[in-house]
């Protein structure tokens, strides 16, 4: 007991020195011990932080689950064995800076991990993209049916606005038989997606051109254009939460009513479809903006479980020229 009482002289005599190692005494390093107590402090800083949830997951205790398990290379839908695992220091340094990073500076947990899932398929990404979400992930998941009858007859498919390549890869698991195209105007987001592209093996069936919309695809024709284009109005854009300010502007705006690429997509997507070609465009809460823009047009809005009417589809027939 005298040692015990000793060492702790010692060590009230050294903070009042200084106070250098406080720090290691106290606070979330020193206090918190297990992945139960980790993911705790993180929602609750989270929580008072008010961070916005909206790439991936829907709340904080998800997003804390997400970031800690990611940081700690373990699966992502495992928490319950490891609650109680302790966590060695030099991981709980990493682990602070993770959540200060979230918390703090709003940098997106995908940013911080350096990637992004949707469903079963990882993406590797960082801010030169924008972080992969997409109703197109569930619809493709039974190759657009029932607008596409048979997924091993699409011979050619484009993503247009592809960002790290995400939709281009789904589309190649989708659609076996299809030579895909991958189009973006950044250069940065194409390097994203060769990487990505390469990851998944498939350089010999994905394509990766730089482009304008279809200014580098004259003479090109599909089975089908895909495409997730920004779409964000000039007044959503000034009231974006912080989190999608370190995301590519150029992947999020699109002018004032938002329809920039949009417009784009339909005035000449019948030159680049094949006959009986389809246009699927995915365009979030515009549903309205759209119709009004568009009032000819037999729009079918898709429904999907994240929420109906984001995403429409068109034949070529049905688009401007498309009867030519």
């Known amino acids: 007991m005298t040692q015990h009482h000793e060492h702790a002289h010692d060590d009230h005599q050294h903070h009042d020195d200084g106070d250098h190692d406080h720090e290691h005494d106290h606070g979330p390093l020193a206090e918190l011990v297990t992945v139960r107590d980790w993911l705790r402090y993180a929602v609750t800083r989270f929580n008072r932080s008010g961070i916005f949830c909206g790439h991936g997951v829907t709340d904080t205790f998800d997003e804390a689950a997400w970031l800690l398990l990611g940081s700690l290379a373990l699966p992502l839908d495992r928490l319950e064995p490891f609650l109680d695992a302790c966590i060695p220091g030099d991981e709980r340094v990493a682990l602070l800076d ?23 398929f ?13 109703f197109f992930a569930e619809l493709l998941e039974d190759g657009l049916a029932p607008w596409i009858d048979d997924p091993a007859s699409i011979g050619s498919a484009l993503d247009m606005c592809t960002g790290s390549g995400c939709l281009a890869i789904l589309m190649a698991h989708a659609f076996p038989n299809a030579e895909i195209t991958g189009a973006d105007l950044s250069e940065d987001a194409l390097d994203v997606a060769l990487q990505n592209v390469a990851d998944y093996g498939l350089d010999n069936r994905i394509e990766l051109v730089r482009t304008d919309v279809f200014s580098a695809l004259d003479g090109r024709r599909y089975d089908l254009i895909l495409s997730n284009p920004p779409y964000v ?8 939460p912080p989190e999608y300010l370190h995301e590519p502007r150029m992947a999020l705006a699109a002018g004032e009513d938002g329809l920039d690429i949009v417009r784009k997509l339909i005035e000449q997507g019948a030159a680049h479809l094949n006959t009986g070609g389809i246009l ?17 047009l037999p729009f079918n809005w898709l429904s999907t479980r994240g929420g109906d009417d984001m995403v429409f589809v068109l034949r070529r027939e049905d688009l401007p020229g498309g009867t030519d």
């Open 233 to 240: 109005t000039g007044e959503d854009m000034d009231a974006l």
């Open 98 to 120: 993770a959540i200060e990073q979230r918390a703090d500076d709003r940098l997106p947990t995908a940013y911080i991990l350096g990637e992004a899932w949707l469903g079963d």
């Open 280 to 296: 699927a465009v995915e365009v979030g809460h515009n549903r309205a903006i759209v119709e009004e823009a568009f009032p000819e």
């Open 122 to 134: 990882r993406f590797t990404v960082d801010p030169r993209v924008i972080v992969p979400r997409s």
